[in-house]
C-alpha cells in the first residue's frame, strides 16, 4: 500500500512570501488532516476534510491560511503571506474515516521563512 | 479540552535497558490511542493503536499498555538499541480530533 505523499520535502521562503504545499493520501482514505509541528512541540490540527468537504478548520488561521481537496483526493495547503513564526514542519495525515482508525502520516515539508 | 502530557521530555539510556514511556490525558472519553515514532526531520510512524476496549498492544519489543479511567498510557521497549533513538509521541482521538503530547526524546547509546 502506497503511503501518504507530500511535497516538497523543504522550502525556504522570506517573510511576506506565499508557498504552497500537496498532499496525496493513501487511496481510499476519506479523511485527510494538515498539521503544523513547530520544533520541540507536538503537531497541531489545521484542518480537517471528510472527503471534499472542512469538517473542522477551528485552528486554521484564516486571514493567511487556506487549504482544499479537490474531488475529495489531493490537498493543497497555502499560506499567503508567510509570517517568521510560521517556520514549521507541515504534516498532511490521512484515515479511513471511522473514529476507531488510526491516522497515516506522509513526510512532511519542513518550511522556513527566513 | 484534551490536554495530553508525556513524561519525561528526553530520556538517554545505554543499549539493551528496558524502558517505559509514559503518557497522560485529562479527558478519558477516547476512541483510541496511538504511539508514533518520529525520526529528525522526518514524518510520523505508527507504532501502535490501541482501541478503548483494550488494555495493550504488542509489535515486536513494543508493548503499550492504555488505562483509560486513570487516563494513562505506557510504551515498553524491550532491550533498547542505538536504531530506537527517535522522539516517542502518543496521540490521544476523542469525538473531535487527534491530541498530541510533546513527545519523548529517546537516545540509545551503544
Known amino acids: 500500500e502506497a503511503g501518504v505523499a507530500q511535497s516538497p520535502r523543504y522550502k525556504i521562503i522570506e517573510k511576506r512570501q506565499s508557498v504552497a504545499f500537496w498532499c496525496n493520501p493513501i487511496?481510499?482514505?476519506?479523511?485527510l488532516y494538515w498539521y503544523q509541528q513547530i520544533l520541540g512541540q507536538g503537531p497541531k490540527l489545521l484542518i480537517q476534510?471528510?472527503?471534499?468537504?472542512?469538517?473542522?478548520d477551528s485552528q486554521l488561521p484564516k486571514d493567511r491560511f487556506s487549504a482544499e481537496r479537490l474531488k475529495g483526493v489531493d490537498s493543497t495547503l497555502k499560506i499567503q503571506p508567510a509570517k517568521l513564526e510560521d517556520s514549521a514542519v507541515y504534516l498532511c495525515?490521512?484515515?479511513?474515516?471511522?473514529?476507531?482508525?488510526?491516522?497515516?502520516f506522509g513526510s512532511g515539508t519542513r518550511l522556513t521563512v527566513v | 479540552k484534551q490536554e495530553v502530557t508525556q513524561i519525561p521530555a528526553a530520556l538517554s539510556v545505554p543499549e539493551g535497558e528496558n524502558l517505559v514511556l509514559n503518557c497522560s490525558f485529562t479527558d478519558s472519553a477516547i476512541y483510541n490511542l496511538q504511539w508514533f515514532r518520529q525520526d529528525p526531520g522526518k514524518g510520523l510512524t505508527s507504532l501502535l493503536l490501541?482501541?478503548?476496549?483494550?488494555r495493550e498492544q504488542t509489535s515486536g519489543r513494543l508493548n503499550a499498555s492504555l488505562d483509560k479511567s486513570s487516563g494513562r498510557s505506557t510504551l515498553y521497549i524491550a532491550a533498547s538499541q542505538p536504531g530506537d533513538s527517535a522522539t516517542y509521541l502518543c496521540?490521544?482521538?476523542?469525538?473531535?480530533?487527534?491530541?498530541f503530547g510533546s513527545g519523548t526524546q529517546l537516545t540509545v547509546l551503544p
Open positions: 496521540a490521544v482521538r476523542s469525538a473531535r480530533q487527534l491530541t
Open positions: 476534510f471528510q472527503n471534499n468537504g472542512v469538517v473542522d
Open positions: 490501541i482501541q478503548s476496549s483494550q
Open positions: 495525515a490521512s484515515s479511513l474515516g471511522f473514529l476507531r482508525d488510526g491516522y497515516t
Open positions: 487511496s481510499g482514505h476519506a479523511t
